[in-house]
């Protein structure tokens, strides 16, 4: 592992950046994280017996830890509800994990449910930096109009929303790009990113980061050997993400990788975009994104 830790640093000295900025690793309280995990170790018979081995499967403070060896300079805590009533108390747990975690984006979630508008209001002057949103998990439509104020709210502020709204790895009853095209009409400034870059949905997608430009992707799984076998990102799709290159963000899923840290990084490399493409990626766009300086 420390030499993992090493190649994954000489990845970011080879650009000649600073450290990766990883919009997408996965940090809840430990209760929710063993469900998480439970999830992926069944997940076999959902993707016809594809299996998920959790790589980093360790203690929150190894995970850190680890994290900041790989050069990391920001990272978030993504985390999510299944069912109402769960949210609020997420995000008082994200708020203590970024008041003793520096380097982690205070991040917060949302459900379509009673109090929702106050509660991402209340996040949002705690100086929430990130919300995570996930439509396949939540089993909720996006476009649900309880939402409508908190999304209005979010856009205002100019807070991104990761949202995991593609119907990858396992389709829901609101996932695809519907859904979102109804709230992006509704709130075209919304500065969404696109988990996954929408997987398997990817053109879909890169239409809507097109036609809106507060709509960004980030690039957590996609291109590894892992998505690829089981999603394959279109090669004639790659200059229209080589169009977006200040709009795609690294994201990774650490720790619930299938394969180690580096290969995510890999993946994007062996795109060719080139090195520009990859800076921006890996390190200038989330600086950008949220103003790290
Ligand atoms: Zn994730």
Known sequence: ????????????????????????THFMPESVLRKVWGYFD??????GGITWPITYRREEDERVALLRRFGVRAFTAMLYPHKPGMARWLNGWAAEFAARTPDCLHTSTLFPEPGVTAYVR?????????????????????????LD???GMLAEAGVPVVIHCGSGPAPGKHTG???????LARHPRLRLVIAHLGMPEYEDFLELAERYPEVRLDTTVAFTDFSERLAPFPRRALPRLA?????VLLGSDFPNIPY????????????????????????DNGVELFGLG
């Open 149 to 151: 104020p908190a999304w």
């Open 1 to 24: 592992m420390a030499d993992e830790a090493a190649e994954v640093r000489r990845f970011a000295e080879r650009l000649g950046v600073p450290g990766l900025v990883d919009v997408h």
């Open 260 to 283: 180690p840290y580096l290969h995510q990084l890999q993946a994007l490399e062996r795109l060719e975009l080139g090195d520009p493409w990859l800076r921006a990626v890996c390190h």
């Open 122 to 146: 209340e996040a949002v002057e705690q100086g929430a930096r990130v919300f995570k949103a996930h439509v396949q998990v939540g089993a909720y439509d996006p476009a649900d109009e309880r």
């Open 177 to 183: 790009p519907e859904p979102i095209a109804r709230v």
């Open 243 to 247: 169009g977006l290159g200040d709009r």
């Open 42 to 47: 069944s997940l076999g018979p959902l993707t």
